[in-house]
């Protein structure tokens, strides 16, 4: 059961323009979301974070949304730039024996077009 | 600058062999976690490690097993190699506590023959 699901596996965006990743998820348990960027051979890094008590959360050109009754979050990256071509993972920690384990979600691979 | 190492990039195995993947962090951190990316399925867990000497089944488990026994070093162990474990596999470490983010290595890139 994909308690973290991201239906769009990619998404083509003209330069300079928004683009917007989405996630979806079932447990309502989870109140803190992270997102991930991924480059080709290498590991994920740390993104953007959002606790549920709030409904946005901006870091420069990246902005993340909770929409916690529709069990929703995206992330808009504003403008779009060729480096950030990559894959974004959403995630939610779930806490098991004290130790928190993310569920990531399937990602969606950016492409940013010139 | 915090880093996760893994010890191979790039490795390449016969149906049958033991495979050792290492990994190392040099951040003191308690949390230690084994995943597995497949396109499609994202990041998926197979086993993490809250403390030294200690282990926890993730969402896939099977043919795999797990060694911490420095808080530095947690290592994947697939007893038996099989194709179907042809596959990314990245380490990951976080500090004690919630809402941490985890530090992840650059992945072994590991092909079953």
């Known amino acids: 059961d994909q308690q973290v699901k991201q239906n769009s596996p990619s998404l083509s965006v003209q330069e300079g323009r928004i683009s917007i990743l989405n996630c979806d998820y079932t447990n309502s348990m989870f109140d803190y979301f992270l997102w991930y960027k991924k480059y080709p051979a290498e590991g994920p890094t740390f993104l953007i974070s959002i606790s549920s008590i709030k409904d946005k959360n901006e870091d420069g050109r990246f902005t993340v949304f909770l929409n916690k009754s529709a069990k929703h979050l995206s992330l808009h990256i504003v403008p779009s730039q060729p480096g950030d071509s990559a894959v974004y993972f959403c995630a939610a920690p779930d806490i098991i024996q004290g130790a928190q384990k993310l569920v990531f979600g399937q990602g969606t691979r950016l492409t940013i077009n010139p | 600058d915090v880093k996760v190492t893994q010890s191979s990039r790039y490795l390449v195995k016969r149906t049958g062999e033991k495979v050792f993947l290492e990994c190392v962090q040099d951040?003191?951190?308690?949390?230690m976690f084994w995943y597995r990316q497949d396109p499609g399925l994202g990041l998926r867990l197979i086993y993490f490690s809250y403390d030294v000497k200690m282990k926890e089944k993730g969402d896939i488990p099977e043919g795999y097993s797990v060694s911490r026994e420095k808080k530095e070093r947690f290592s994947l162990i697939l007893e038996s190699a099989s194709t179907n474990q042809t596959s990314m596999y990245l380490c990951a470490s976080s500090p004690l506590g919630s809402y941490n983010e985890q530090f992840f290595g650059p992945g072994t890139r590991l092909t079953v023959l």
């Open positions: 951040m003191d951190h308690e949390n």
